[in-house]
């Protein structure tokens, strides 16, 4: 194996596959990358197990072959370099010189890498590239983090006929979906859910900066993305997900209008004083008006009001304040709709204005 290619180029494709090297496997060339090099074409591959990917590079190609190459200290060696690269494989070394800078890395055989898992008969969906970082956004921070049960650590994919695209996170005390209308889906029995872990899909996010189109090949095991010429090949999570059309309030009598902008502010202002891990806040919700405080002995209190459009009887209901900013942020107009129905209720979040997807948010308060 012998190439020669940009510093640049290897560097960015090094740099979004560091998280999905694993840095502490038992398996040693989990923490390798396979360079794979023939005539026509140049590829890193990396993998975890869960998740993989497959990017093609740009390079001079002298001699093809194969190599297992320490993806950190690669990646370390390759940032402190000021020129182009030419990498050499020599028995079970890589030689890397760079202008006057010479390396040697120990390798391994190519042959001690995972296979690329095959996908299999798979239904294909096209998605802009905005379509699919929206859907994922404004769902991926109400997921679980390390939840004992395992698929509130993903987020739900349910795809239905004709044309229904639903993304849902929830780690039991929130719970968020987007849903959308794509073009028409070729589905056997009218429906299809999966799961895909919140680490893997935080990965995927790098690698769709630069695209147009996604295409998504959805199997019996894996979802494969192909993205500009990448292969992103991710394990789904086995499972079953809670029913979340079952906990959505739709029916909730007391309405508020509010400024989605000032409302985060305001919380964010109030929950300076309160402790990190309830962030607790009070919030009354009163004819014209909402009074947000926070209060505790050994740190102080605050208080805050903010003036919005509201229908129904007043209201006193506690909140983890990051619970509530984090759903607010994710509205996409300036105007929130906020309903409640009673202090232990669950509480709905939408956009108030109209926009070309449905965002809800169900937010569980917190006893005062």
């Known amino acids: 194996m012998h190439l020669r290619l940009k510093k640049r180029e290897i560097q960015e494709a090094l740099s979004k596959i560091q998280n999905i090297v694993e840095k502490k496997s038992i398996m040693p060339v989990l923490n390798h990358f396979l360079m794979d090099v023939t005539e026509e074409s140049v590829y ?25 190459i320490p993806a950190r200290k690669f990646y370390e060696v390759v940032k402190e370099l000021e020129e182009d690269i030419e ?12 202008g006057r800078s010479n390396f040697r890395l120990a390798c391994l055989d190519s042959s001690e890498f995972p296979v690329w898992p095959q996908i299999g008969d798979a239904i294909q969906i096209n998605l802009s590239r905005d379509f699919l970082l929206t859907a994922i956004e404004k769902t991926i921070y109400a997921s679980g983090e390390a939840d004992a049960r395992y698929v509130l650590n993903g987020l739900l ?102 400024d989605r902008d000032a409302l985060i502010s305001s919380l964010k202002r109030v929950s300076v004083l309160t402790k ?12 014209g008006l909402v009074i947000i405080s926070s209060s505790d002995p050994e740190i ?26 984090e759903a607010l942020e994710r509205i996409s107009s300036d105007r929130a709709k906020i309903t409640m129905s009673e202090p232990d209720r669950a509480v709905y979040i939408t956009d108030a204005d109209e926009v070309s997807f449905l965002y809800e948010c169900v937010v569980m308060p917190l006893r005062l």
């Open 44 to 68: 890193i591959l990396a993998t975890d197990l869960e998740t993989a990917v497959k990017k093609p590079l740009k390079a001079d190609v002298i001699a093809p072959g194969k190599a297992c």
């Open 87 to 98: 990498i050499i494989l020599l028995q079970q070394w890589i030689k890397v010189q760079s």
């Open 157 to 258: 994919f349910q795809i239905k006929k004709p044309a229904e695209f639903n993304v849902v996170g929830t780690d039991g005390h929130r719970l968020a979906h987007f849903k959308a209308l794509i073009e028409d889906i070729n589905l056997v029995d009218g429906e299809r859910k999966i799961i895909l872990s919140k680490k893997s899909l935080n990965e995927l996010k790098k690698f769709l900066s630069d695209a147009e189109i996604v295409t998504l090949h959805i199997g019996r095991t894996h979802v494969m993305c192909e993205i500009d010429g990448v292969s992103f090949l991710t394990r789904m999570i086995e499972g079953n997900y809670p029913e979340y059309e079952a906990v959505i309030p739709r029916n909730n009598d007391k309405i508020a209008i509010v």
């Open 276 to 287: 990190e891990r309830q962030n607790a806040v009070k919030t009354e919700w009163n004819n």
């Open 300 to 325: 102080g209190e605050a208080t805050d009001e903010l003036n919005i459009d509201y229908q129904g009887e007043p209201i006193v209901i506690g909140f983890n304040a990051k619970y509530l900013i």
